[in-house]
């Protein structure tokens, strides 16, 4: 349901991936298990200067050669191991190989061989066998999109045979070191130890790892520990990488589909920031611990349709300022998620603003519930009703019908009135504050309800299916992807909280909220445990009326 229009630049073919292999050669040290690292040329046209891992393509006889392989081992693993065997040796001469009783190749072996020579026949008339069943594949990595130069690489690790001394070839690799995972990760970020990104996050995974038997032990399965194809971002100006389960990759997938390197991440409140040609965010300033980097109001519409606003925000002067200036003043109407102190004020200012020049805009919400406090009051000039569709139409240059239509969602939880929007033509879910980037939002009663709050994920859920919602647009925080599987997180998230809940009055059943928050939020700072005892108040209504316990 994109339309490829409105993309921020027009979208590229990615360079094609070349397959390639690098291998992790382990040992125990003596303060804990070390991997073996080379500083690569400074002429080289890859990661020039970089510590790397041994490795390279994968070529078409490395999947001929005979070794010995393990049943879990197909084709494309038989392969890629016996290029990392190959490569460690060209490179390092390093020789993952088995003698004719099956020990490990010696240094004598390894002299007898020339490292530019062809190394399986050499092998062969040695009577050295590769052994590819030691080497286990830990991670899948494809080169990101932006890059000129892209591997699809899988990251395979192998223990060190005994009583063989890494030689670099002085050509394409220099210096090779042993190094344990953390101490790396501290020179890399003193400057001492250049890395790139994904040699990087590869040691992050292998650092939390106390010794080679664990490592082995997670690559039971034949199964990689992740895969990432990474997206890059700019970070205040400066080129930064996310993997998926990053915070802003979402965001990126979304404004650069092909992976363009232009999108500025950083939290900025001066100007608005495109998301899509017709979609702007501009975070308003008001950053503190309940709102994160601040409120995300957001501009839907273009010159042609005029403008529409969501969520205007607390009523700042300067934020409404701006959002006069970027819509030229062509506001057709704003519409509020729910009536909390940070989404509708600046709303109502501004509808104030404009009245005041003669120009009438109307406001959309619900109105405030019977529940809500004196800072919650929302009165909305034109209450919407469940599945109204908001629209803005126009005419584009060559004479075409536009339109952007918003559909309102009623989601009741987080506050009675609080609803979500769907822009219908792209499938993108505004969700104010039902559903956050980086956080769980509050539920606080009595206008919050926790069983309602989980019915309305319910819906959500049900729309993104039904509609092909990808990108959720919260109030607080990055876009987030993959929308079906961030609702049912979200909801798995709340029902585990809940059944802690359960146990802590179970395990006290004399004690206060004070006694269950201690228990049922032991993984939270206790910092935190008086706006969680707000969330918790939630559940403990649901429980009772629901005679859980």
Same mark, same amino acid.
């Given at each position: 349901?994109?339309?490829?229009?409105?993309?921020?630049?027009?979208?590229?073919?990615?360079?094609?991936?070349r397959?390639?292999?690098?291998?992790?050669?382990?040992?125990?040290g003596?303060?804990?298990?070390?991997?073996?690292?080379?500083?690569? +040329?400074?002429?080289a046209?890859?990661?020039?200067?970089?510590?790397?891992?041994?490795?390279?393509?994968?070529?078409?006889?490395?999947?001929?050669?005979?070794?010995v392989f393990?049943?879990g081992?197909? #084709?494309?693993? !038989?392969?890629?191991?016996?290029?990392?065997i190959r490569?460690?040796?060209?490179?390092?001469?390093?020789?993952?190989?088995k003698?004719?009783?099956? =020990?490990? #190749?010696?240094?004598t072996? $390894?002299?007898?061989?020339?490292?530019? &020579?062809?190394?399986?026949e050499?092998?062969q008339?040695?009577?050295?066998?590769?052994?590819?069943?030691?080497?286990?594949?830990?991670?899948?990595?494809?080169?990101?999109?932006?890059?000129?130069k892209?591997?699809?690489?899988?990251?395979?690790? %192998?223990?060190?045979?005994?009583?063989?001394t890494?030689?670099?070839?002085?050509?394409?690799?220099?210096?090779?070191?042993?190094?344990?995972?953390?101490?790396?990760?501290?020179?890399?970020?003193?400057?001492?130890?250049?890395m790139i990104?994904p040699?990087?996050?590869t040691?992050?995974?292998?650092?939390?790892?106390?010794n $080679?038997?664990?490592?082995? %032990?997670?690559? #039971?399965?034949?199964?990689?520990?992740?895969?990432?194809?990474?997206?890059g971002?700019?970070?205040?100006?400066?080129?930064e990488?996310?993997?998926?389960?990053?915070?802003?990759?979402?965001e990126l997938?979304?404004?650069?589909?092909? &992976?363009?390197?232009f999108?500025?991440?950083?939290?900025?409140?001066? !100007?608005?920031?495109?998301?899509?040609r017709?979609?702007?965010?501009?975070?308003?300033?008001?950053?503190?611990?309940?709102?994160?980097?601040?409120?995300?109001?957001?501009?839907?519409?273009?010159?042609?349709?005029?403008?529409?606003? $969501?969520?205007?925000?607390?009523?700042?002067?300067s934020?409404l300022?701006?959002?006069?200036?970027?819509?030229?003043?062509?506001?057709?109407?704003?519409?509020?998620?729910? =009536?909390?102190?940070?989404?509708?004020?600046?709303?109502?200012?501004?509808?104030?603003?404009?009245?005041?020049r003669?120009?009438?805009v109307?406001?959309?919400?619900?109105?405030?519930?019977?529940n809500? &406090?004196? #800072?919650?009051?929302?009165?909305?000039?034109?209450?919407?009703?469940?599945e109204?569709?908001?629209?803005?139409?126009?005419? =584009?240059?060559a004479?075409?019908?536009?339109?952007?239509?918003?559909?309102?969602?009623?989601?009741?939880g987080?506050a009675?009135?609080?609803v979500?929007?769907?822009l219908?033509?792209?499938a *993108?879910?505004?969700s104010?504050?039902? $559903?956050?980037?980086? +956080?769980?939002?509050?539920?606080?009663?009595?206008?919050?309800?926790m069983?309602?709050? *989980?019915?309305s994920?319910?819906? *959500?859920?049900?729309?993104?299916?039904?509609?092909?919602? =990808?990108?959720?647009?919260?109030?607080?925080?990055?876009?987030?992807?993959?929308a079906?599987a961030?609702?049912a997180?979200?909801?798995?998230? !709340?029902l585990?909280r809940?059944?802690?809940?359960?146990?802590?009055?179970?395990?006290?059943?004399e004690?206060?909220?004070?006694?269950w928050?201690?228990?049922?939020?032991?993984?939270?700072?206790?910092?935190?445990?008086?706006?969680?005892?707000r969330?918790?108040?939630?559940h403990?209504?649901?429980?009772?009326?629901?005679? *859980?316990?």
């Amino acid at each position: 349901m994109k339309r490829p229009q409105y993309f921020l630049r027009e979208q590229r073919q990615p360079v094609a991936t070349r397959r390639a292999a690098t291998v992790l050669l382990l040992r125990e040290g003596p303060e804990g298990m070390q991997v073996l690292m080379t500083r690569r +040329s400074e002429k080289a046209s890859f990661a020039p200067g970089a510590y790397v891992f041994p490795g390279g393509a994968v070529d078409p006889g490395d999947g001929q050669a005979s070794g010995v392989f393990r049943d879990g081992q197909d #084709a494309t693993a !038989r392969a890629d191991a016996m290029a990392a065997i190959r490569e460690s040796f060209e490179e390092l001469g390093v020789l993952l190989c088995k003698r004719a009783d099956g =020990s490990w #190749a010696t240094q004598t072996d $390894i002299e007898a061989l020339d490292r530019s &020579g062809p190394f399986f026949e050499q092998c062969q008339r040695l009577g050295l066998t590769p052994a590819a069943n030691e080497v286990h594949l830990l991670a899948h990595w494809i080169t990101d999109r932006d890059m000129p130069k892209r591997f699809d690489v899988p990251f395979l690790v %192998a223990p060190m045979p005994p009583g063989q001394t890494p030689i670099a070839d002085e050509a394409e690799q220099f210096e090779p070191v042993w190094v344990a995972p953390q101490a790396a990760l501290d020179a890399h970020r003193a400057g001492r130890f250049f890395m790139i990104f994904p040699t990087i996050r590869t040691l992050e995974r292998m650092a939390v790892h106390a010794n $080679i038997d664990a490592v082995m %032990a997670a690559l #039971a399965n034949e199964r990689p520990l992740f895969v990432s194809c990474p997206r890059g971002g700019l970070v205040k100006g400066q080129d930064e990488r996310f993997m998926e389960h990053d915070m802003a990759f979402a965001e990126l997938e979304m404004v650069s589909p092909d &992976g363009q390197l232009f999108h500025e991440l950083s939290w900025q409140h001066e !100007r608005a920031v495109p998301l899509w040609r017709h979609v702007q965010r501009l975070t308003a300033p008001n950053a503190n611990v309940m709102t994160g980097p601040g409120t995300n109001t957001y501009i839907v519409g273009e010159p042609a349709t005029g403008y529409a606003i $969501i969520d205007a925000g607390p009523a700042d002067d300067s934020h409404l300022d701006r959002l006069e200036a970027i819509t030229h003043g062509d506001i057709r109407w704003l519409v509020c998620t729910h =009536s909390h102190a940070d989404h509708s004020p600046g709303a109502v200012a501004l509808q104030q603003r404009l009245r005041a020049r003669g120009i009438e805009v109307p406001l959309y919400g619900v109105p405030s519930g019977p529940n809500a &406090g004196p #800072a919650a009051e929302f009165h909305p000039s034109h209450p919407v009703t469940d599945e109204q569709v908001l629209v803005l139409r126009g005419r =584009s240059e060559a004479g075409e019908e536009i339109s952007h239509s918003l559909r309102c969602i009623f989601t009741p939880g987080h506050a009675a009135n609080h609803v979500c929007l769907l822009l219908e033509e792209d499938a *993108l879910l505004f969700s104010g504050d039902h $559903i956050l980037n980086g +956080s769980t939002t509050i539920i606080n009663p009595p206008d919050g309800h926790m069983d309602d709050y *989980l019915k309305s994920l319910d819906r *959500l859920a049900s729309v993104a299916e039904a509609e092909g919602v =990808s990108y959720i647009l919260p109030a607080h925080g990055h876009v987030l992807g993959k929308a079906g599987a961030v609702i049912a997180h979200l909801k798995a998230h !709340r029902l585990a909280r809940e059944a802690k809940v359960i146990d802590a009055m179970r395990a006290k059943p004399e004690g206060d909220e004070d006694d269950w928050v201690a228990l049922a939020y032991a993984d939270t700072p206790s910092a935190l445990w008086p706006m969680a005892k707000r969330s918790m108040a939630a559940h403990l209504q649901r429980i009772r009326d629901l005679g *859980l316990v």
